[in-house]
């Protein structure tokens, strides 16, 4: 079963910036699964933030963070990223990447948050925006 680990969050002041890490666990590749970002606020749902195809043409991003936020993908280290910009306090939460593979029907949806949740799901990393 696919296993995913998510790196990369920290303690950092509004306007700051963290790049995120979503790699695959040993012996398992990501090429062929379409990838998200979701996160979760204390005492909130948890929500879709950004999401990315299996081979990196399509990209989705939620209102509140388009145009701050970047994801990436390099299928060779076997990554996926999330660019974060211009932090503020609201960003704050735990960050989550999902895995669907691409071959399942609606997988895309599901990784951009839409429809049936995605399958797979790493342990999560926090993000903490404040002075």
């Known amino acids: 079963q696919l296993q995913l680990v998510e790196s990369g969050g920290g303690l950092v002041q509004p306007g700051g910036s963290l790049r995120l890490s979503c790699a695959a666990a040993s012996g398992f590749t990501l090429d062929y699964y379409h990838i998200g970002w979701f996160r979760q606020a204390p005492g909130k749902e948890r929500e879709g933030v950004s999401c990315i195809s299996s081979a990196g043409g399509s990209k989705n991003y939620g209102d509140s963070v388009r145009g701050r936020f970047t994801i990436t993908r390099d299928n060779a280290k076997n990554t996926v990223y999330l660019q974060m910009n211009s932090l503020k306090p609201e960003d704050t939460g735990v960050y989550y990447c999902?895995?669907?593979?691409?071959?399942?029907?609606?997988?895309?949806?599901?990784?951009?948050?839409?429809?049936?949740?995605?399958?797979?799901w790493g342990q999560g990393t926090q993000v903490t925006v404040s002075s």
């Open positions: 999902a895995a669907a593979p691409s071959s399942a029907p609606s997988s895309y949806d599901a990784v951009c948050g839409l429809g049936l949740g995605p399958g797979y």
